[in-house]
T-cell receptor
Framework: GQNIDQPTEMTATEGAIVQINCTYQTSGFNGLFWYQQHAGEAPTFLSYNVLDGLEEKGRFSSFLSRSKGYSYLLLKELQMKDSASYLCAVSNDYKLSFGAGTTVTVRA | DVKVTQSSRYLVKRTGEKVFLECVQDMDHENMFWYRQDPGLGLRLIYFSYDVKMKEKGDIPEGYSVSREKKERFSLILESASTNQTSMYLC???????????FGSGTRLTVV
């Protein structure tokens, strides 16, 4: 079975940093993805980790520890447009299993 | 860029109706997937297909079937719609490598 946990909601101030944690217990592992989803829209790809360590892409970074079944997404220099849901997903045999998503609200 | 097109953005159907949700992709990808998304539950895999005429059950296939007669088209079928199938339905194609999936814009289905 698949069990992927992430917080339901987070609130932060414009310009700040927010870290969204994701823990997983899955029957297999081919990689971990983070997606962003604005209300009423399709999820869009943010990052991918398959090896342990930090992947940095502009204001967004993602970290993976396979031995701990743990990942986080770091959003820096928050902007109002970053208000969205962030989905953690584990790839197993090329199928994605998703957490329930974390809604991030950025306040002015 | 890969384009995944879902034929309807919003649908309202009556209980017991047969419902077809269509998904078309333009990049000749072999892998296609149907998910439903509900508040607090996230995206759950209904069915997937690795190739034409091939289909596999996902985590919640009950009440659904699929059809893949051509590589570019993957259809989700609700044989007899029920109110608990009211949801957002998302189609995706596997882009490959580190880019994961590309999703369609979704179909919000309401069964009354």
């Amino acid at each position: 079975g698949q069990n992927i946990d992430q917080p339901t909601e987070m609130t932060a101030t414009e310009g700040a940093i927010v870290q969204i944690n994701c823990t997983y217990q899955t029957s297999g592992f081919n990689g971990l993805f983070w997606y962003q989803q604005h209300a009423g829209e399709a999820p869009t790809f943010l990052s991918y980790n398959v090896l342990d360590g930090l992947e940095e892409k502009g204001r967004f970074s993602s970290f993976l520890s396979r031995s701990k079944g743990y990942s986080y997404l770091l959003l820096k220099e928050l902007q109002m447009k970053d208000s969205a849901s962030y989905l953690c997903a584990v790839s197993n045999d090329y199928k994605l299993s998703f957490g329930a998503g974390t809604t991030v609200t950025v306040r002015a | 860029d890969v384009k995944v097109t879902q034929s309807s953005r919003y649908l309202v159907k009556r209980t017991g109706e047969k419902v077809f949700l269509e998904c078309v992709q333009d990049m000749d990808h072999e892998n296609m997937f149907w998910y439903r998304q509900d508040p607090g539950l996230g995206l759950r895999l209904i069915y997937f297909s690795y190739d034409v005429k091939m289909k596999e059950k996902g985590d919640i296939p009950e009440g659904y079937s699929v059809s893949r007669e051509k590589k570019e088209r993957f259809s989700l079928i609700l044989e007899s719609a029920s109110t608990n199938q009211t949801s957002m339905y998302l189609c995706a194609t596997r882009t490959g490598g580190q880019n994961g999936y590309t999703f369609g814009s979704g179909t919000r289905l309401t069964v009354v």
